[in-house]
Each structure stands twice: as structure tokens, then as C-alpha cells.
T-cell receptor, first 111, second 116 residues
Framework: GIQVEQSPPDLILQEGANSTLRCNFSDSVNNLQWFHQNPWGQLINLFYIPSGTKQNGRLSATTVATERYSLLYISSSQTTDSGVYFCAVYDSGGGADGLTFGKGTHLIIQP | EAGVVQSPRYKIIEKKQPVAFWCNPISGHNTLYWYRQNLGQGPELLIRYENEEAVDDSQLPKDRFSAERLKGVDSTLKIQPAELGDSAVYLC??????WGGGHEQFFGPGTRLTVL
């Protein structure tokens, strides 16, 4: 099946800093989503971005499908941005019939 | 618009006991998924439904796990009997029809199961 690798695994930043999270995937996809899992375990949809660039406030994401990677940018970090960020893809090659998740990036924003 | 609803939010049981989780998807979403998330890992798919039909249950441990989606709306996931290794968060998600997998999935808050 498709492999999804996220980096870095852990990231500690001061409030106000910017960060870039990366997601590499091993095969072509027709769905890529970024989620934020808050401390209560809720998966919050950030972006649905199989290709191209999207922005939502302080967050933006870019997926380059031909090169099999996606980037999530967080600017002017706030403590509420803390949590685990997951990248998940849907294998267009007929693999598992749901999203395949990476292991996540654990982000801690210190005041 | 209401999101995906799950209950209970937490469940603690002793091993060998049965347990059931309930999910109500977003209104109008034909496709429903059950995922399991172990500590420190990303969610992993257990089963996918298109309306009331289970179209992919290859990852569901069928000796003790069962699921149903009567009338193509609500779904129930059952474990009988539970084992210590079943402790995890069970997540339900829904989307519009999943042809080609191209539709955005939305997740419920999950049920955190602890098996003692």
C-alpha cells in the first residue's frame, strides 16, 4: 500500500514563530487532507488539497502531486496551534479504501 | 450543520466483555468509515460503507469485530469479546460518495476504549 511519511516528528516553537510541516507519499493520490488533532483527540479538517495551493488565515498548504509531497505552513504560531498535525492520502491506485495517515508531527507552541 | 456524532465518548470495560460504539454521519453523506487509532499513531481504516453495503472490510478483525449500517445512516461497531490490545480510540468518519476516493472526509470526536 501507499506509504506516508511526515517530518519532523516533533517540533517545539515559541509563540509567534513560523513553521513548515512536510508530507511525502509514495504513489499517486487523488485525495490529500491535512488535519489538526487537538488535545481532546478531535480531528479538525484543515485542508482538502490533492493539488495546488490553499490558504486559510495563518495556515496555508501546497501539494505538488507530480513530486509526491505536500507542505503545511503555519505563520505567527499561537499556543492553540499545539497538537498533532496529520497528513492523510487516498491511494488512487486501488489500495486501502480509506485514508492512509502518516504518523503525524507533534507541535508544541510555548508562550 | 451538525458534524459526525459518536457515542459514548469514553468506555472502560474488563477483558472478555462486549462493547458497542455508535455513529451518526453528516446528513447526506453516503459513505461511512470506521477507523482505529492507537496511541501515538495515525488512524487506520477498519471498514467502509457505501450506504448500507460494507464495500471494504478487509482490515476488520472478523473473529471478534462486527459492524452494521442499517438503513444506510447510523452505524454500530461491536467488539465481542474485547481483549487488552483493543484499547484505542475508535473514530467514525463520513463523506459524500467515495468513487475514486476524491471526497473530503470528516471525523467524529471518537470513542476512547480502555480494556482492563
Amino acid at each position: 500500500g501507499i506509504q506516508v511519511e511526515q517530518s519532523p516528528p516533533d517540533l517545539i516553537l515559541q509563540e509567534g514563530a513560523n513553521s513548515t510541516l512536510r508530507c511525502n507519499f509514495s504513489d499517486s493520490v487523488n485525495n490529500l487532507q491535512w488535519f489538526h488533532q487537538n488535545p481532546w483527540g478531535q480531528l479538525i479538517n484543515l485542508f482538502y488539497i490533492p493539488s495546488g495551493t490553499k490558504q486559510n488565515g495563518r495556515l496555508s498548504a501546497t501539494t505538488v502531486a507530480t513530486e509526491r509531497y505536500s507542505l503545511l505552513y503555519i505563520s505567527s504560531s499561537q499556543t492553540t496551534d499545539s497538537g498533532v498535525y496529520f497528513c492523510a492520502v487516498y491511494d488512487s491506485g486501488g489500495g486501502a479504501d480509506g485514508l492512509t495517515f502518516g504518523k503525524g508531527t507533534h507541535l508544541i507552541i510555548q508562550p | 450543520e451538525a458534524g459526525v456524532v459518536q457515542s459514548p465518548r469514553y468506555k472502560i470495560i474488563e477483558k472478555k466483555q462486549p462493547v458497542a460504539f455508535w455513529c451518526n454521519p453528516i446528513s447526506g453523506h453516503n459513505t461511512l468509515y470506521w477507523y482505529r487509532q492507537n496511541l501515538g499513531q495515525g488512524p487506520e481504516l477498519l471498514i467502509r460503507y457505501e450506504n448500507e453495503e460494507a464495500v471494504d472490510d478487509s482490515q476488520l478483525p472478523k473473529d471478534r469485530f462486527s459492524a452494521e449500517r442499517l438503513k444506510g445512516v447510523d452505524s454500530t461497531l461491536k467488539i465481542q469479546p474485547a481483549e487488552l490490545g483493543d484499547s484505542a480510540v475508535y473514530l467514525c468518519a463520513s463523506s459524500l460518495r467515495s468513487w475514486g476516493g476524491g471526497h473530503e472526509q470528516f471525523f467524529g470526536p471518537g470513542t476512547r476504549l480502555t480494556v482492563l
